[in-house]
């Protein structure tokens, strides 16, 4: 029996990958990989037997079952196998079927984190996900299985929402927030294709997402993150008072 390693690929540059992940890649066998991996991340495995088991929105996708009987197939016969996956394998990865398949086959396995695309996204825009005094909790949520039922009661009580794969149901997410209490004047944030050469980004109002202009604005064929609350909005203005007094205290040393 071989080992298994899913490996967390980061939001899109070949270059955000961790070392470890990096380093593991360039000893793979075989690599089954996401359709959201770039090309420039497969570089670092020239030697590997490359198989695609990627899922799109929206286009022909390979089923889970049969990615879990491959790798579980594959670990059989190799030593080295990975299973690359964009962002952080742990976050709306399916990562719990797959270790479930390699543990009722016996196959020792190890996870490697990434950066996942909220954390990229953030970056990209230069707006922090908490910010003191305004917000202390962050939600990552998805609405990508559940079209028809938009229900978003629970994320309301987060300061900071980041929907993944919410690009179809951004106009209903945000009248959605709307009508569970979050002000139509909260900033509502569109990230493209984050870290990548098609990057780009755009700020709304969550009335304007509401109105179907996010939607519009948004091109199919990237990925996409709606980012919604009011750390995402302007620079907090002047010194905290806290911050001041702190200084008074302690000034530093001539």
Known sequence: ???????????????????????????AEVVLHDALVSPEMLEWCPQARLVEV??????????????????????????????????DPMLFGRADEELQALEE??????????????LAA????????????????????????????????ADVKADTLVYYMGRDQAA??????????????????????ATTAHQRSRQFTLRQMAAGEAAAWIDPQHPSLLMIGEALGGRASGVAEDDLQESERHPRAA
């Not at 071989?2 to 000893?27: F, M, N, W």
């Not at 990209?124 to 229900?151: E, N, Y």
């Not at 009248?175 to 294709?193: C, D, F, Y």
């Open 122 to 153: 953030a970056s990209a825009i230069a707006r922090p996900l908490t910010k003191r005094g305004v917000s202390r909790s962050v939600a990552f949520a998805t609405q990508a299985k559940a079209p028809d039922t938009i229900d978003v009661e």
């Open 1 to 27: 029996m071989g080992k298994v390693y899913l490996i967390g690929a980061g939001p899109g540059a070949a270059d955000l990958i961790t070392v470890r992940g990096a380093r593991l890649l360039g000893e």
């Open 105 to 118: 086959a016996g196959i020792a396995y190890e996870i490697v984190p990434g950066i996942t695309a909220a």
């Open 172 to 193: 209903a997410i945000a009248s959605q927030l709307i009508a569970h209490g979050k002000p139509a004047s909260t900033p509502a944030w569109v990230v493209e294709a």
């Open 54 to 87: 990627g899922k799109r929105c929206g286009k022909r996708s390979t089923a889970q079952l049969f990615i879990n009987r491959q790798i579980v197939d594959l670990a059989r016969k190799h030593e080295r196998v990975v299973r690359l996956k964009g962002g």
